[in-house]
């Protein structure tokens, strides 16, 4: 609003010194208003800071002033224009239905400022109310909410199995392969050769040998018994060992042989 | 797994159950914990045993509106607000007061808000209060146009650590000196 000491004027006396809060220089304007939310604001301002009376409201000088800061706002927020408008219509007709007589038949209506001075009040108090909101205290800034870490183990419950069901499939696995099993040559995991090697060794440090004692039944298992007695025969053969027996059922002895 | 058997085991599944949620939780939440094997009165009554269980520590259990929480005592939140220097940005008077009206004058229309601002209401305003979740749309007024109708939501309570909005001060409180008709 352009305010100027001519222009002002508080229960009919001119008011040559402005509040300081109230001067604005005119270039300051746009800054001025922005500090205020609305028609409303201001109006309350206007009236709590300087007791300035509804009724006493140069309507004249107001409507000038409006249209002056109307004009300045239209390059920058017509919207906001436009409730400054609006408001300044209201106190118009305020000001015309106070200032024309009633007639008789109508003596009983309201005060044409009743309206405005409610929603003054309430915009009032929705201010102060707003004000106290903010001032709460909230979570994030006055309160920190407990969030300790837990190590999160998701309750999922495996899938029952009956033994029936384990053997059921057992049994399928079973017949599928049959229907695809091949006939496989697969390389000898235990060499006789490499027996043949190892008989031959032992023999040769312990020179004579029981047949029981060449037979390690603690590791290897059957399958290595089995190729270490292909290697004692394939020895046996090769003529490289001689194995001899006393009598039937008796101790079995290997020793290896010497070229004669 | 074996069923809590006594008070004090069924306090300490409650409270680490409250300690590690990070969010209020509310009675049938807590229940939960016990697959039916307890009755909110009971719950209840363990509630208010671990709320006196905490008093003197540095946490303290709180009820707000969507449920209970641990939370650091107020006194202690300055010290810890230093870890986070960066503060949330204040909030414009618009969007403020847009908030108390909504708080106040629940349900209420854009209509509404701008008859008891004065000014029309800038949809950036109510953009920021319903991305933090503190108003929300409750439905629509039958009137031509069907405005919609906004509320405050639970998580605004929430966050200002009210029960109801009936914690919020009686808006009477506010209202100041009548404004002389005639002087």
Excluded at chain 1, 13 to 32: C, F, N, R, T, W
Excluded at chain 1, 90 to 97: A, D, T, V
Excluded at chain 2, 54 to 65: H, R
């Amino acid at each position: 609003m352009l305010i100027t000491t001519s222009e002002i004027k508080i229960n009919g006396e001119a008011l040559y010194e402005l509040p300081h809060d109230l001067y604005i220089p005119p270039d300051a304007l746009e800054v001025y208003l922005e500090s205020f939310e609305g028609p409303l604001d201001l109006l309350l301002y206007l009236i709590r800071k300087n007791n300035l009376d509804i009724l006493d409201i140069p309507m004249a000088d107001l409507t000038v002033q409006y249209m002056q800061y109307v004009e300045k706002m239209k390059a920058i927020k017509l919207e906001l224009a436009a409730d400054y408008l609006l408001m300044s219509a209201m106190l118009i007709e305020i000001k015309s239905r106070m200032l024309l007589p009633k007639p008789a038949e109508i003596e009983d209506e309201d005060d044409p400022r009743a309206e405005l001075v409610r929603r003054l009040m309430e915009y009032e108090a929705i201010k102060l109310a707003a004000k106290n909101l903010d001032e709460m205290p909230k979570v994030g800034e006055e309160f920190q909410v407990a969030d300790a870490y837990y190590q999160h183990i998701a309750d999922i419950k495996p899938p029952e199995v009956s033994v029936d069901e384990l053997v059921e499939a057992w049994r399928n696995v079973l017949k599928r392969a049959k229907l695809n099993s091949h006939h496989k040559l697969g390389r000898a995991e235990l060499s006789v050769r490499e027996h043949m090697s190892l008989v031959l060794r032992r023999l040769q440090t312990d020179g004579m040998c029981e047949f029981s004692q060449l037979f390690d039944f603690e590791t290897g298992g059957l399958p290595k018994l089995v190729v270490n007695f292909l290697a004692i025969l394939e020895l046996a053969k090769e003529g490289l060992i001689k194995i001899t027996q006393q009598a039937a059922f008796s101790t079995i002895y290997l020793q290896v042989s010497h070229a004669e | 797994m074996r069923e809590p058997e006594n008070i004090t085991e069924m306090k300490q599944i409650i409270e680490a159950a409250l300690l590690t949620a990070g969010q209020p939780l509310s009675l049938d939440d807590l229940l939960k914990l016990f697959a039916g094997r307890m009755e909110r009165a009971t719950l209840r009554m363990l509630l208010d045993e671990l709320k006196q269980d905490w008093e003197g520590k540095t946490l303290e259990l709180t009820q707000v509106a969507t449920g209970y929480r641990f939370q650091a005592k107020p006194e202690l939140s300055a010290f810890i607000a230093r870890l986070h220097p960066e503060r949330q940005p204040k909030y414009s008077r618009a969007v403020m007061e847009t908030l108390a009206i909504i708080a106040y004058r629940q349900p209420v229309t854009r209509g509404d808000i701008e008859q008891i601002r004065g000014v029309t209401v800038n949809p950036n305003v109510m953009r920021q209060l319903i991305e933090r979740d503190w108003i929300d749309v409750v439905g629509q007024r039958e009137v031509p146009g069907r405005p919609s109708l906004y509320a405050t939501t639970k998580h605004f309570l929430d966050d200002l650590n009210l029960r109801s909005l009936a914690e919020l001060p009686p808006f009477e409180d506010f209202a100041q000196s009548e404004i002389p008709l005639d002087s």
